[in-house]
Each structure stands twice: as structure tokens, then as C-alpha cells.
């Protein structure tokens, strides 16, 4: 029974971005590593696709790794970061009045079609980020916070590439 | 032939196993269980408080999902037995001292209760449908019957009900070879979770404000039982010999704390309580979102207590 309240203004983004190297330098401090998120969704479609083929995902050699002997689902603390991620944004959902089901998307397009745009951009999002071992939260935040040289081009490479698609993609937005 | 090899449950495999003889089943059976015990124990305490009037439809729909859920439960446990076809030999002998035969006594009694708890509280769809059915007017007497004595049949949905919530921690207590689970603690903190987690179901159905407000309030009261209870579990456990202070330091510091400590009671009881304390105040959106979480923290709890158990022991396998 969702009610309706309020909408609290959002954090000024300066500040925001302030307290989320706060965040990963208490993770670096904390947990010796970085934030990350693509890892532990990896992890989690590892999980599934175990169920369905445990022979073929241990013998792969990406993913056989999670189902060593003695692995357990909960060993990286990835996991425990995403679901605090969820926890937290549900937190934050509900006491600034904003929780709510909804597709955000452009006024042309249907919720359809923004949805399987989403599922497309989020499958090369995916891939690429298994090619570059990590995602704008594994490079960008955490490598790019330790000023590694693969990390900053990982970052140049995802603004470039984000400008440049933007062009095509701009119409399912305005 | 021994009778009790003949209805032994899966842990008679200890030793071929690994030590590991309890899989998803037994979780999925305590979890069940307990939901059940907490949806028998709040709708009839609420019936004997509040009387009948005031049990909401949500309330009649949690007492008529408990037979499903107890059979969903009891088809688990059925899948952990060694020797399924045995089953009946559960009720053909009463043993004092065998929780397993309490626990198979109180499944009948509590069968019946539900039945007749469903018969004087239906939802008022069943009440519409069954009442339009010409081969059901031979039932009338007998729905007026439970609607005249709804009182006592919910006293015994609360003596029922405390009796199954309880019976799935003793279960667990009583093997004291297992010394996280050889504490007193545990009947009643079993109790607690699955009285919190039947409170919790039903405010996911719930669409009356007040009534969603004053089970948000008792489930408050209740995630703080259950934390105190947890407290004296490990605090109990921490304070007798060193097996049990390493079978404590299982959830606490070792493999199985992040899941313990992270989804349980952070998770589950911790970030609910905050939520529904802040939505109580008008601080916060009320959300099904919340009561989800307890129900997720309660099957945790009772997945981590039964796997963590079993990496402990007097004597490993």
C-alpha cells in the first residue's frame, strides 16, 4: 500500500559526488577494494546459468572459477555492495517521497521500446565491460581513484564513445 | 528392523555426506512453518482482541493461505526423508522425548484448527462462492457452528500456532550434537521470526490504513524481540565452552557472517524496523517493499542457521 507523499528536493549533484569518493575511499579503507557492480552481476547470471548447465559453466574457463571447491555465492563482497545499493536506494526512495514503479524514458517512444533499448545498451554495456575487466564503478571510480593509466583511458573511452552514439540515439529522448 | 532408522530424516547421513545432511528442504520447511505459526498466532489473537468484525479481509485471506502453506512446507520436508513411503509410521507412536514426534503431532492438530478458523473467518469472496453452491447448504450448520464458538476456535489457533512456531527452533535444539544450535534461545527466537514473518504477510494484503499501521507497530515490537533473542543466542553460546564460542563465531566473524550479519540482520530486521518507524511517523512512504524485506530476512535466517549448524560439531563426519 504505496502512499503518495511529498517529493524532497535531490541532492545537489557536487555534493553528491563529494560523498560517493567518501564512500569509496571508507570501501578502500574498509574492504581493502574498491566499488564495483558488473562482478557481482556476473556472478549472479553465473549462479543461474549453473542451475540450468552446472558441467558447462565449471568448465568454462570465465566463469568456472565461482564454483571452486568451498566457493560460496557470498565470497565477494560485490554482492554485498549491490544489495546494499538496492537496500540503500530503497531507503532513500521511501523517506524523499519518491518511491514509486515507473519507466523513465523519452516522450516519443513506448515503454516498450525504451525497454528493450535498455536491454540491448545494457548487453554491450555488459560485454564490454568483461572485455575491459570492470564497468564505470570497477575502472572509472575505483581505478580511476588510484590514477591507474588503464583506468582514465577506460573513462575517456566511455565519454567518447557516450557522445558519440548520442547522436543516433538522441530521438528516444526528446 | 529399528523403527527409528525407519523415520529418521536425511541427517542419518551425516557421515556419507560430509557432515552437511540438511540441504534447502529443512530451511524452506522452518521458514514455512514459522509463517504459518505467525498467521495462525496474529489473526487469532486479533479475533480474540479485536473480535470478529474487526478481522480484516487480509486477515481471512492470511488464515485461508495457511493450510497451502503449511502443505508446501511439509511436501519439503517429505522430499528430506530417507524413507518417504514410512511416513505414516510418524503417527503410529507418540515419543515424549522426540521433537520430531511433537512436531508430527502438532502438523495434525493444527490442520483442523486452521479449517475451522477458515470456516468462521472466510473472506467474503469464499463466503459469496460457497453460498451459491446448492451442494454446499448441508455445510451451513456446521459454518454456524464455528462462527458461534470462533472464540475458543481462536484460542486454540494461538496455542496451535505457539506450539508450531516453537517446535521449529526445539527441532534444532534438541540436537545438542550441533552446538549452534544446542541453546534454549532458540524455540522462542524461532517463535518471534515466525511471528514477525506471518505479521509481515499480512501487511503485504493489507489496504486498511489503521490496520496496516498497527501491524507495522507489532512488527516493530516483534523484529525487537527477535533481535534481543539473537542477542542471548550468541551471547549464550559465546559464554559456555570453546566448540560453542567457534560454533558462535560461525555467523559472527566467519563464513557465514556476511550472510548473518549483512542480510539477516541488517537487511532483514534492522532496515525493515528503521522503514516501518519512520513510515509510522509520517517520515517515510509505506511499501510492500518492506514487509518483503522481513520475509526475505526470516528465510535467511533460518538457511543460515541450518548450514552454519552443520559446520560444527563434538564429532565431525
Known amino acids: 500500500m504505496e502512499n503518495e507523499r511529498v517529493e524532497k528536493p535531490l541532492w545537489d549533484p557536487y555534493l553528491a559526488g563529494f560523498v560517493l569518493g567518501l564512500v569509496l575511499l571508507a570501501t578502500y579503507l574498509v574492504f581493502g577494494r574498491g566499488l564495483g557492480a558488473s562482478g557481482a552481476v556476473t556472478r549472479f547470471f553465473a549462479w543461474m546459468a549453473h542451475g540450468v548447465s552446472p558441467s558447462w559453466v565449471e568448465g568454462n574457463e570465465h566463469l568456472g572459477g565461482y564454483f571452486n571447491a568451498g566457493a560460496k555465492w557470498w565470497d565477494d563482497w560485490l554482492v554485498f555492495e ?21 519507466v523513465d524514458r523519452g516522450p516519443r517512444i513506448s515503454n516498450r521500446t525504451r525497454l528493450g533499448f535498455a536491454l540491448l545498451g545494457g548487453a554491450i554495456v555488459g560485454f564490454g565491460a568483461r572485455l575491459a575487466m570492470g564497468c564505470t564503478s570497477g575502472q572509472a571510480l575505483s581505478g580511476g581513484a588510484t590514477l591507474a593509466l588503464g583506468s582514465w583511458a577506460f573513462m575517456f573511452a566511455v565519454f567518447g564513445g557516450g557522445y558519440g552514439i548520442a547522436y543516433f540515439a538522441r530521438r528516444l529522448w526528446t | 528392523m529399528n523403527p527409528h532408522i525407519e523415520i529418521e530424516s536425511t541427517r542419518g547421513l551425516a557421515g556419507a555426506l560430509g557432515g552437511t545432511f540438511w540441504g534447502w528442504e529443512i530451511p524452506t520447511y522452518l521458514f514455512l ?4 505459526a505467525g498467521l495462525m498466532l496474529t489473526v487469532s489473537a486479533l479475533a480474540i ?3 470478529r468484525d474487526r478481522v480484516t ?28 513411503t514410512h511416513v505414516f509410521r510418524f503417527y503410529t507412536a507418540f515419543q515424549p522425548a522426540s521433537p520430531m514426534s511433537w512436531g508430527s503431532w502438532i502438523l495434525l492438530l493444527v490442520v483442523p484448527v486452521q479449517l475451522g478458523l477458515i470456516t468462521a473467518l472466510p473472506p467474503q469472496w469464499l463466503a459469496d462462492s460457497v453460498a451459491a453452491l446448492s451442494a454446499t447448504q448441508r455445510l451451513v450448520p456446521l459454518a454456524k457452528f464455528c462462527e458461534r464458538h ?86 549464550g ?43 509510522l511517523r509520517g517520515k517515510a512512504m ?16 533460518r538457511v543460515v542457521v541450518i548450514y552454519a549448524g552443520q559446520t560444527g560439531g563434538f564429532v565431525r563426519a
Open chain 1, 82 to 102: 549491490l544489495v546494499g545499493v538496492a537496500l540503500g536506494g530503497l531507503v532513500a526512495g521511501l523517506t524523499g517521497g519518491r518511491f514509486r514503479l515507473g
Open chain 2, 33 to 36: 512453518g514459522g509463517l504459518v
Open chain 2, 49 to 51: 482482541i479485536r473480535g
Open chain 2, 57 to 84: 479481509s487480509a486477515m481471512r485471506t492470511g488464515i485461508l493461505l495457511t493450510p497451502f502453506l503449511l502443505s508446501l512446507g511439509m511436501g519439503a520436508l517429505f522430499l528430506d526423508l530417507s524413507y518417504k
Open chain 2, 150 to 235: 470462533l472464540r475458543g476456535l481462536a484460542l486454540a489457533g494461538v496455542v496451535t500456532g505457539a506450539a508450531l512456531g516453537v517446535y521449529t527452533g526445539v527441532l534444532l535444539s534438541a540436537t545438542v550434537a550441533r552446538p549452534l544450535w544446542s541453546s534454549g534461545a532458540l524455540g522462542a527466537l524461532f517463535l518471534a521470526s515466525g511471528t514477525s514473518s506471518g505479521v509481515a504477510a499480512l501487511m503485504l494484503m493489507e489496504h486498511e490504513h489503521a490496520s496496516h499501521s498497527s501491524l507495522a507497530r507489532l512488527d516493530v515490537l516483534l523484529i525487537g524481540v527477535e533481535i534481543a533473542l539473537l542477542a542471548m543466542w550468541l551471547v
Open chain 2, 237 to 279: 553460546l559465546l559464554g559456555q565452552g570453546p566448540l560453542y564460542r567457534e560454533a558462535a563465531a560461525t555467523v559472527l566473524a566467519g563464513a557465514y557472517a556476511p550472510a548473518f550479519l549483512g542480510f539477516v540482520v541488517f537487511g532483514g530486521l534492522l532496515v525493515p524496523a528503521a522503514l516501518e518507524l519512520l513510515a
Open chain 2, 286 to 301: 509505506t511499501s510492500r517493499s518492506v514487509p518483503a524485506l522481513v520475509l526475505v530476512g526470516g528465510f535467511l535466517l
